[in-house]
């Protein structure tokens, strides 16, 4: 015959382990939690373009976004930005990373 003491002796390595994966299981969600916290999120400008070699022209403008508080409207074209002219000095893919995706929310874009 089992007496009640004897069952939760046989129970204690059961107990322990499902303790230690429900620790291990909190601190992996928690430093992901962090991680994706942490992590600046993209820069939206609010608008969708049309690239070409010596510019970008704007094709459509979304309501509420930078792009529109600072006055952009469609069909209005990009020819350089920070400076750095999208025809000559640099591909325009590399440019908009360089510029918006490593960006932070509210810095200046000229």
Same mark, same amino acid.
């Not at 010596?54 to 006055?71: C, D, T």
């Not at 020819?79 to 200046?108: C, F, M, Y």
């Given at each position: 015959?089992?007496?009640? #003491?004897?069952? =939760?002796? @046989?129970?204690?390595?059961?107990?322990?382990? =499902? #303790?230690?994966?429900? #620790?291990? #299981? %909190?601190?992996?969600? $928690?430093? =992901?939690?962090?991680?994706?916290?942490?992590?600046?999120?993209?820069? !939206?400008?609010?608008?969708?373009?049309?690239?070409?070699?010596?510019? /970008? !022209?704007? @094709?459509?403008?979304? %309501?509420? *976004?930078?792009? !529109? $508080?600072?006055?952009? @409207?469609?069909?209005?074209?990009?020819?350089?930005?920070?400076?750095?002219?999208?025809? +000559?000095? +640099?591909?325009?893919?590399?440019?908009? !990373?360089?510029?918006?995706?490593? *960006?932070?929310? $509210?810095?200046? /874009?000229?």
């Amino acid at each position: 015959m089992v007496t009640t #003491a004897s069952q =939760a002796h @046989k129970l204690r390595p059961l107990l322990l382990a =499902a #303790a230690l994966l429900l #620790a291990l #299981a %909190s601190m992996l969600y $928690g430093a =992901a939690w962090m991680y994706y916290v942490r992590r600046p999120a993209p820069v !939206e400008v609010g608008f969708d373009l049309n690239y070409t070699p010596s510019a /970008v !022209e704007i @094709k459509r403008v979304y %309501s509420g *976004s930078p792009a !529109e $508080g600072v006055g952009l @409207k469609p069909h209005d074209r990009i020819v350089a930005i920070n400076g750095q002219d999208i025809a +000559s000095r +640099s591909p325009w893919l590399n440019l908009q !990373e360089r510029t918006w995706q490593k *960006s932070h929310p $509210g810095e200046t /874009v000229t």
